[in-house]
């Protein structure tokens, strides 16, 4: 069982930079694959980047690749998402979750509630 808490959303000029955290709880996050999604008013839930459990490879949408950056410490439980040169497009929902495997689809198995991320222009 792993349980994951979003922190760092907020309203953001157009330009400007963020950076969200996602906490996992348990001790067996190492095991785990992460990944970050996002959900606009009206839209599916899409994929943003995911990250191997040792770090070693990482996946990015096109929409954000060069952006974003997601990284992890597996000593602190963490998985972040840098997102530079942000967008209104950006505007979302954004996720983290977990799973055992490294996917680029939205069949994770754990998620968090989310946090708000809103780029005005």
């Known amino acids: 069982q792993v349980q994951l808490v979003e922190s760092g959303g907020g309203l953001v000029q157009a330009g400007n930079s963020l950076r969200l955290s996602c906490a996992a709880s348990?001790?067996?996050?190492?095991?785990?694959?992460m990944g970050w999604f996002r959900q606009a008013p009206g839209k599916e839930r899409e994929f943003i980047a995911a990250?191997?459990?040792?770090?070693?490879?990482?996946y990015y949408a096109d929409s954000v690749k060069g952006r974003f950056t997601i990284s992890r410490d597996n000593a602190k439980n963490t998985v972040s998402l840098q997102m530079n040169s942000l967008k209104p497009e950006d505007t979302a929902v954004y996720y983290c979750?977990?799973?055992?495997?490294?996917?680029?689809?939205?069949?994770?198995?754990?998620w968090g509630q989310g946090t708000q991320v809103t780029v005005s222009s």
């Open positions: 348990g001790r067996t996050f190492s095991s785990y694959a």
């Open positions: 990250i191997s459990r040792s770090s070693v490879d990482t």
């Open positions: 979750a977990a799973d055992r495997l490294l996917r680029i689809t939205i069949d994770y198995h754990y």
